[in-house]
């Protein structure tokens, strides 16, 4: 799964790199949003785990 998460990103990231060639502006805006979009990714990830985590200790 996560690898599925890091491929689909760095196919985004590519597309960004033709995108940024023909406008560049927009290419950074789109950058900088996809970036913004990966970490909250992250971050609802770990929250995730942490709370399974929790689960499965209050669990035994």
Do not use: F, H, N
Not at 28 to 42: E, G, H, N, T
Request: proline share 2%.
């Amino acid at each position: 799964m996560g690898e599925d998460v890091k491929s689909r990103y760095a196919e985004q990231q590519q597309k960004l790199v033709a995108l940024a060639k023909v406008a560049p502006d927009l290419g950074k805006q789109s950058a900088v949003a996809l970036r913004m979009a990966k970490r909250a990714d992250l971050r609802t990830l770990k929250r995730l785990i942490k709370e399974e985590r929790a689960r499965v200790a209050l669990s035994g």
